[in-house]
């Protein structure tokens, strides 16, 4: 269904395609690390010493009841999903209703389009290819969408749907069971989605189970062999060739995958807690980011007929859970989102030493997504920040406002309408408010803000004994919720 206000509909039970199964409510809980104890809030906010941006949106934090749910932890901060927009401040900036209505000549280009509404799960996962586009949510189906309407679905049987990414002709879903689902589009029948496999296949699974040394304790004590996630899928990833299939886990690991016959090359133990994302970038690196707090980059090198995996660096060691990650390939910068509402970034012309913060987010950074030379944060904070680099800043172009859950997923596509002279994309965002919405944003417009220019920044070793110092910001809740697996 689409609709073209911010108000959501249901659509008709006899509107189903597929009968979901009932929802356990352990498949789209939170996960948590330990809590530590709650530190006085601070409400001066000190910025960091070096380069930050900010968005109009920089004001200090009011606390509001969590919740009412069983799927969102009280202990952290947030808005309450089940109030409308209006409850919140944000929806009374003025940057907000020019997004929205489109009346300022500087926002003639961007706002929303319309909103994919199916009461049926919370949206965890999004891809989009072409004309069409995939929503994975905690029902354990799939449903494609094209020209804004509702094309076909299928089931996956497998707990909830937290990735999807298309390599072709083929689809790969992650779900929270630890298995990597393989589909393929049927050639006859479009709307016919056949499932092909599942990482790792059942005859690797027995031909690895005769060895002992193929085996490895997972976190309940048990062996498992090595080839197999023993926890959820958080993140999925193709590096530029799409030859290499990687797959993040909350069993702290990450494995790269042949994708041409399936084949588990390397399974990699990369962090002390949760992998929540991890995404495949330029020069031949691979970027992981954990609930442990970290980001680490790792080396692809060819061996023989082979592909082994090396460390490389620590980019940052923090309190706060890392939760996002993207990379602009063509600009070579990796940013990563973090419980805390801080979008850090570096830059690969700078030997990839930290280059500055974006601060726009007043919850969690939950999805990062880059097109052109645009980048995407979408937050607990149910906003979505839309921001253009240009050269060694960035300024924040508009706040794009309409979910009324924390938004989880983002997918990007060019506008193949746009006007000769602009350059705007279309954005899709998903959200735990059980909708998709759709926005078209140009990269044409007037920032909300100037640009803040670029300060020296200290490079600094992050692999001595020292670490790399904990950022606080207006949203700081690291030391009221410490690590979280994910949100």
């Known amino acids: 269904m689409v609709t073209k206000s911010n108000s959501l509909q249901k659509k008709p039970a006899h509107g189903k395609i597929l009968q979901s199964d009932q929802t356990d409510q352990e498949e789209y809980s939170f996960r948590l690390s330990n809590i530590s104890e709650a530190s006085p809030a601070n409400n001066n906010h000190p910025s960091p010493v070096g380069s930050d941006y900010s968005s109009p949106y920089n004001t200090p934090l009011e606390q509001s009841p969590p919740f009412s749910g069983a799927s969102w932890d009280s202990s952290f901060p947030t808005s309450s999903w089940d109030q409308s927009q209006s409850s919140s401040p944000l929806s009374k900036s003025p940057w907000s209703s020019h997004v929205a209505s489109g ?3 500087n926002y003639s280009y ?8 199916r009461e049926e799960g919370h949206i965890y996962s999004l891809a989009a290819s072409g004309d069409l586009l995939y929503t994975g949510s905690d029902s354990k189906n799939i449903r494609v969408w094209k020209n804004q309407k509702e094309f076909t679905g299928f089931k996956s049987n497998s707990g909830l749907v937290k990735a999807i990414i298309i390599a072709g002709e083929r689809i790969f879903t992650g779900h929270q069971d630890g298995k990597i689902r393989v589909w393929k589009v049927s050639g ?46 958080s993140s999925l990833s193709l590096n530029e060739d799409k030859s290499l299939l990687y797959s993040a886990s909350w069993d ?4 790269v995958w042949r994708v041409s016959d399936s084949k588990c090359l390397e399974s990699i133990n990369a962090h002390d807690d949760a992998v929540n994302s991890v995404v495949a970038g330029f020069d031949g690196l691979v970027f992981t980011g954990s609930a442990d707090g970290s ?16 460390f490389s660096q620590t980019l940052l060691k923090q309190e706060c859970a890392v939760t996002a990650l993207a990379v602009h390939l063509s600009a070579t910068v990796l940013y990563c989102g973090s419980s805390d509402g801080l979008v850090n970034f570096w830059e690969s012309d700078k030997l990839l030493s930290h280059s500055g913060i974006l601060r726009g987010h007043k919850l969690a950074v939950l999805c990062l997504a880059t097109a052109g030379n645009l980048v995407f944060s979408g937050s607990a904070d149910t906003n979505i920040c839309v921001w253009r680099k240009e050269e060694s800043d960035h300024v924040c172009l508009s706040v794009l406002s309409g979910h009324t859950g924390p938004v989880k997923c983002l997918a990007v596509e060019e506008d193949n309408a746009a006007t000769a002279g602009d350059k705007s994309h279309i954005v899709y965002s998903g959200s735990l408010d059980k909708s998709v ?12 803000q100037p640009p803040v220019p670029q300060q020296p920044h200290q490079v600094k070793n992050i692999n001595a004994p020292q670490t790399f ?15 979280r697996r994910d949100y």
């Open 469 to 483: 110092p904990s950022i606080h910001s207006f949203s700081s809740h690291c030391s009221k919720v410490s690590r």
């Open 110 to 117: 961007t706002g929303l389009m319309g909103s994919l509404v």
């Open 103 to 105: 009346n300022h000549e």
């Open 295 to 310: 980001v680490k980059v790792w080396r692809r090198e060819m061996q023989g007929k082979g592909t082994k995996h090396f």
């Open 437 to 448: 919405k759709i926005w078209r944003v140009s990269a044409m417009a007037d920032s909300m």
């Open 252 to 255: 702290k690991t990450f494995k």
């Open 188 to 233: 006859k029948d479009p709307s016919i989605h056949k499932r092909i496999g599942t990482l790792p296949t059942l005859k690797a699974c027995i031909k690895s189970s005769f060895k002992p040394s193929n085996y490895v304790e997972d976190r309940r004590h048990r062996n498992s062999v090595w080839i197999k996630h023993f926890d959820a899928i």
